[in-house]
């Protein structure tokens, strides 16, 4: 593993010190002919044939939204409609979502009658890390689920692996199948705003953080609930709050932000992936946030590292996205960088808040025109149909 992950920083250091971008793992074809290379593609085994269905059905799968603040919903509810219809393929939930009285019950009621429309299961999602980001807390009659910096700064797996456990189990009582968890973020600035000082990594030691994360993708196997490992290629170097606008992190970035993917993506471990909206000049000289550079997801962390599984984006209405690349142009961006599920949690004002449908509409003009090619959006409902599929208890 590690000298697998010592060629990996070789490439990408020669990379970042040429100032090129890493668009691809290349290798010579002839000692005498340097100059041309070959491309090293992943390797791609699908049992899904996306030809059976409908362009609408495989655009409706890469649409994860929020509910906006529905804790319920009746048989006339809009959302319904567009569930019936395929318009997305997941939702994901927040506190708000929460009814303060008999939670529990009305959570699962609402999560079993959005699920019961749906042709194709929808992912039900949350972000779950504990600590400060934890949705289903202890005045609602759930659990406690301490933050990752406690767990790691205890660093005894059986601890992660005992409240974890706990944790996966109500997801799964609920019906939440998938957790946006655990995070893979260092926490190596202690400045920063959104990670070390919320207290969301396990450790600013990568092999730490390997570990925990192991225990903690584990434990919610072991309840049935699928994992999302979060924010590649790292956010933990960085001193702005990607909510809030753009996040530079060239100049602070470290090669050993990838060495817990890696190490989890060498050992099977990863369910799927959801990218940062970190700009890092590094690894992409045009400077895009990695959620919108295919020279980051389909470069970097598929070609290089070799990973072929899903690619969630973090939500497309945070700031450094939103305020900076407009709606239309950062879904095509991100599609065509590798995103399989983009994600709008509506956690914004009122008018700025968007529906499946209206996504959906723009992905198919974007296919119609040519911007987006109907190649690309197969590659993505092949892998999302795969995770949906995919036992892990």
């Known amino acids: 593993m590690k000298a697998r992950f010592l060629l990996l920083i070789l490439l990408i250091f020669g990379a970042c010190k040429a100032k090129a971008p890493i668009s691809q793992v290349v290798e010579d074809k002839s000692q005498e002919d340097s100059q041309e290379v070959k491309v090293v593609e992943p390797v791609k085994k699908f049992a899904i044939d996306p030809s059976r269905y409908s362009l609408d059905v495989?655009?409706?799968?890469?649409?994860?939204?929020?509910?906006?603040?529905?804790?319920?919903?009746?048989?006339?509810?809009?959302?319904?409609?567009?569930?019936?219809?395929?318009?997305?393929?997941?939702?994901?939930?927040?506190?708000?979502?929460?009814?303060?009285?008999?939670?529990?019950e009305t959570l699962k009621s609402l999560i079993a009658d959005m699920q019961k429309n749906a042709a194709i299961p929808l992912f039900i999602s949350i972000d779950e890390e504990g600590g400060r980001v934890h949705r289903l807390k202890e005045k609602y009659g759930f659990v406690g689920m301490p933050s990752a910096a406690h767990l790691g700064k205890l660093n005894n797996i059986d601890s992660t692996y005992y409240y974890t456990r706990n944790l996966a189990r109500l997801l799964s009582e609920l019906g939440i199948n998938l957790n946006y968890a655990p995070v893979l973020d260092l926490g190596i600035n202690k400045d920063n705003p959104v990670i070390y000082k919320l207290q969301r990594s396990y450790s600013g030691?990568?092999?730490?953080?390997?570990?925990?994360?192991?225990?903690?993708i584990k434990a919610h196997?072991?309840?049935?609930?699928?994992?999302?490992?979060?924010?590649?290629?790292?956010?933990?170097?960085?001193?702005?709050?990607?909510?809030?606008?753009?996040?530079?992190?060239?100049?602070?970035?470290?090669?050993?932000?990838?060495?817990?993917?890696?190490?989890?993506?060498?050992?099977?471990?990863?369910?799927?992936?959801?990218?940062?909206?970190?700009?890092?000049?590094?690894?992409?000289?045009?400077?895009l946030p990695a959620t919108l550079s295919n020279t980051v997801i389909t470069g970097v962390l598929r070609n290089m590292m070799n990973y072929d599984g899903v690619v969630f984006s973090d939500d497309m209405q945070m700031y450094a996205i939103s305020k900076n690349y407009g709606l239309e142009n950062a879904i095509e961006l991100a599609i065509n960088a590798g995103i399989d599920v983009i994600m709008?949690?509506?956690?914004?004002?009122?008018?700025?808040?968007?529906?499946?449908?209206e996504i959906h509409a723009i992905i198919k003009k974007k296919v119609e025109s040519g911007a987006i090619s109907k190649e690309r959006i197969d590659e993505s409902f092949k892998r999302i149909m795969e995770f949906k599929k995919k036992k892990v208890k």
């Open 58 to 104: 495989k655009i409706g799968q890469m649409i994860m939204v929020g509910i906006n603040d529905r804790k319920s919903v009746s048989e006339s509810d809009v959302l319904l409609k567009e569930i019936k219809e395929g318009k997305m393929g997941g939702i994901i939930l927040f506190e708000k979502n929460i009814h303060k009285d008999n939670s529990k």
């Open 205 to 216: 030691d990568p092999e730490v953080v390997a570990r925990h994360a192991k225990a903690s």
């Open 221 to 287: 196997h072991e309840e049935g609930v699928k994992t999302v490992v979060k924010h590649f290629p790292g956010h933990g170097s960085s001193m702005e709050d990607s909510h809030l606008g753009l996040t530079d992190v060239t100049n602070r970035w470290n090669i050993i932000e990838l060495f817990p993917y890696n190490e989890l993506i060498r050992s099977g471990e990863v369910d799927a992936v959801m990218s940062a909206h970190i700009v890092n000049c590094r690894l992409d000289t045009t400077c």
């Open 344 to 357: 709008f949690g509506n956690n914004v004002n009122l008018k700025d808040r968007i529906t499946a449908t």
